[in-house]
């Protein structure tokens, strides 16, 4: 059984404040649970689950819960929880860095950011570097788009002039008015940076970036998705690789 | 004022089934009236504004009505109404279609189709057609994701049998064991196949795939978002036009 005071705790996690003061976040459902189980064992605190949950490995220092259909719907978010609910400690920075990163200024959709992250899980990407304003990575719906890959992909929020004045890689911004991305050379290491979904990069940003970069439009839309942009723009970069 | 019995009809046309019989759907936001306006204004039955909606035309064939906040939220589907709200016919197909277009297998979520709707316009694609079974791109959801693309792109409902039956043009199916996507020579026409998010292109349509297109892998992640997969396939497509 799940004390009232351990589902008030869990239900406060929430909220992005009071994940910050404790540093810990919930996963939720099967695929996530059992990818953290493979993927951060090291940082689960406890696994939450139901008697229909596939538990394939129990020997990890965390604790595991059997709870009931009625338990798990007390602590979920989700309008359908779905087998299992985890309690994990924030995610450490990966130390090898990738030839490519991604740096993000002022993303707020919390789809846009999963969907980011799960591209660049895709593409092998280890870093992706966020301004502070940024949506948060644990926020649930991020989360739940990123299918896993926030295991895999180190989020990091920092301050972007001090990680602009430390950078030696070239900076390739997406932009409305930048060079022909079909057209663009890219190195071999780079950092792709993109904006913010209604505003773009900031005014104060645009120094940093070495080459602007615009996808070619053929039809009318005023502009893409930042996640649709930056599939295009990996796209082209990983198809030189 | 608006009536009672216009509010209840405005907020039948949040259910499929109820747009469907009377073949109308609404739209919402300062710019996607303001689109319809410039885009569809034959297709617009009634215009409901705020008097800090800015107006630029009102010489088209049909109603407009100053509206009060309040009275905006009674039939407003959005969290924070946003000056305008439009009854709209449902879109003819054009007439004219481009070199490439995009088939949909049963795709469900509304954010997905918005975004595939809005990069087929940026990209001047004229035409999406969809599996019965795909998501309503009448849906507000879809409508607001698509930024003012659907009035740009014709969405069609069709039996995929019967289309592929009459396609003449070769169909590149996006599958996760094809061929690599940087190395396929596109034609100057064909068909972009791409499929459910969770089960991707159904076992009957394989049959009709002239090739079969994966993107490359580089990390870890299981399977790209289906809008996601599109970007980088489409950028692939048009970098050769």
Chains 1, 2 share one sequence.
Request: charged content about 20%.
């Amino acid at each position: 059984m799940i004390s009232k005071n351990r589902i008030r705790f869990i239900k406060s996690l929430e909220q992005k404040k009071n994940r910050q003061q404790v540093q810990l976040f919930i996963i939720e459902g099967e695929k996530m649970v059992l990818e953290a189980i493979q993927w951060i064992p090291e940082q689960l605190v406890s696994v939450y689950y139901t008697s229909d949950f596939f538990l394939n490995s129990i020997d990890e220092g965390y604790d595991l819960e059997l709870i009931s259909e009625l338990e798990l719907k007390s602590i979920s978010t989700l309008k359908t929880p779905n087998k299992a609910l985890a309690v994990c400690k924030y995610l450490p920075s990966k130390s090898i860095v990738s030839p490519f990163s991604i740096v993000l200024d002022g993303v707020q959709d919390p789809g846009n950011l999963g969907t980011i992250l799960r591209m660049a899980d895709w593409f092998g990407i280890s870093h992706v570097y966020c301004s502070k304003d940024t949506v948060d990575c644990y926020n649930s719906k991020v989360l739940q788009a990123t299918m896993g890959a926030i295991f895999r992909v180190s989020v990091t929020y920092i301050d972007l002039d001090d990680f602009f004045t430390e950078n030696n890689k070239p900076v390739y911004g997406a932009l409305l008015n930048g060079n022909n991305l079909f057209t663009t050379q890219f190195e071999n290491e780079g950092i792709i940076l993109l904006g913010n979904e209604g505003s773009g990069i900031r005014e104060s940003n645009l120094k940093y970036i070495d080459q602007s970069i615009t996808i070619p439009k053929f039809g009318h839309a005023e502009s893409l998705n930042v996640a649709t942009a930056g599939a295009i723009i990996l796209g082209s970069v990983y198809r030189g690789i």
